[in-house]
Nanobody, 124 residues
Framework: QVQLVESGGGVVQAGGSLRLSCAAS????????MGWFRQAPGKEREFVAA?????????LYANSAKGRFTISRDNAKNTVYLQMNSLKPEDAAVYYC????????????????WGQGTQVTVSS
């Protein structure tokens, strides 16, 4: 019903920046929320940031993302972005976007749709 496709990942050196995009298709979005998660090999999926479709100021950030990452969205394009600055080696992971009803949340179990992920590699 809903397809999410991430893009923008790549290889950067520590201190560099990347902007990830998540394009949604299958329906228009005017409510609910979108989130970004990441998962490194051998580790559990970790919350990064989330944003409401109806209120761009309604956001959540993981402590590890605050001050470095910024989540934003373009409702007309059904696209959510994650601007990542000052990247660290520990940020390396596959980054996933996800969609849910109601407001932003940090728990993966609250999200209904998931993309396939985009790889972010950070070299020291």
């Amino acid at each position: 019903q809903v397809q999410l496709v991430e893009s923008g990942g790549g290889v950067v050196q520590a201190g560099g920046s990347l902007r990830l995009s998540c394009a949604a298709s299958g329906r228009t979005f005017s409510s609910g929320a979108m989130g970004w998660f990441r998962q490194a090999p051998g580790k559990e999926r970790e919350f990064v940031a989330a944003i409401s479709w109806s209120s761009s100021s309604n956001t959540l950030y993981a402590n590890s993302a605050k001050g470095r990452f910024t989540i934003s969205r373009d409702n007309a394009k059904n696209t959510v972005y994650l601007q990542m600055n000052s990247l660290k080696p520990e940020d390396a992971a596959v980054y996933y976007c996800a969609a849910k009803s109601l407001g932003p949340a940090s728990l993966p179990s609250e999200y209904d749709y998931w993309g396939q992920g985009t790889q972010v590699t950070v070299s020291s």
